[in-house]
Structures are given as structure tokens and as C-alpha cells.
């Protein structure tokens, strides 16, 4: 089994900072991205970042230059630094892995439990 966890949303005034974290745990032989999602009321998920084993990031256009993500390999674990944050960011947001379990040999997508961030005054 793979397990994910998330934290770090919570509510935070226009400008503002939060930073996200999700840790894998479980089974895990390979793991080839992770990423960010998020889910406003009545839109579709979106993809906010993406970091791939290579290091490489992609980023949604509507956060380039004020979201930051990142990972700590040894610990599977992937970060999200939202600076300048708007009411718009409001949404919730899920970590994606995609990676392979030990004993198999096609990566799979595995999903956070989500996280609520608020973006008010």
C-alpha cells in the first residue's frame, strides 16, 4: 500500500504565505513526479506544479513567479511555497505521485486526502 499525507492549508489574508507538504509512505520502488492539484467549488482540478524525478517543474501560468515547488527525495516528500497569495488560489489542494510499488512495473497515480486553502481578508 501507498499512503499519502498532506498539511499545511489553513486560512491566510491577500498576500499572505503557506506552505503545503505531502509525505509517501508504503511500498514505494520508483517514484517518477509529483504534484499539485487544486479543486475550486464548481471547477475542474487543475494542475498547479509539477516536479519530476529529473528535477525538472512545470508550473500553471496563473501562479509562475509566486509558487514554488519542491521535493526532499530521501524523505518522499514534496513541497508547495505559495507566496503572494490571492483569493483566487482559494481551492483544495491534493498532492499527486506517480510512481511504481515495489513488485509491479507500471507507475500509478496516487492521490492526497486534500487540504482546504483560504485566501480572505
Known amino acids: 500500500q501507498v499512503h499519502l499525507v498532506e498539511s499545511g492549508g489553513g486560512l491566510v489574508q491577500p498576500g499572505g504565505s503557506l506552505r503545503l507538504s505531502c509525505a509517501a509512505s508504503?511500498?514505494?520502488?520508483?517514484?517518477?513526479?509529483m504534484g499539485w492539484y487544486r479543486q475550486a467549488p464548481g471547477k475542474q482540478r487543475e494542475l498547479v506544479a509539477i516536479?519530476?524525478?529529473?528535477?525538472?517543474?512545470n508550473y500553471a501560468d496563473s501562479v509562475k513567479g509566486r509558487f514554488t515547488i519542491s521535493a526532499d527525495n530521501a524523505k518522499n516528500t514534496v513541497y508547495l511555497q505559495m507566496n503572494s497569495l490571492k483569493p483566487e488560489d482559494t481551492a483544495v489542494y491534493y498532492c499527486?505521485?506517480?510512481?511504481?510499488?515495489?513488485?509491479?512495473?507500471?507507475?500509478?497515480?496516487?492521490w492526497g486526502q486534500g487540504t482546504q486553502v483560504t485566501v480572505s481578508s
Open positions: 516536479i519530476f524525478s529529473s528535477r525538472s517543474t
Open positions: 499527486n505521485f506517480f510512481l511504481i510499488k515495489v513488485g509491479l512495473t507500471t507507475p500509478e497515480d496516487y
Open positions: 508504503g511500498s514505494i520502488f520508483k517514484i517518477y513526479a
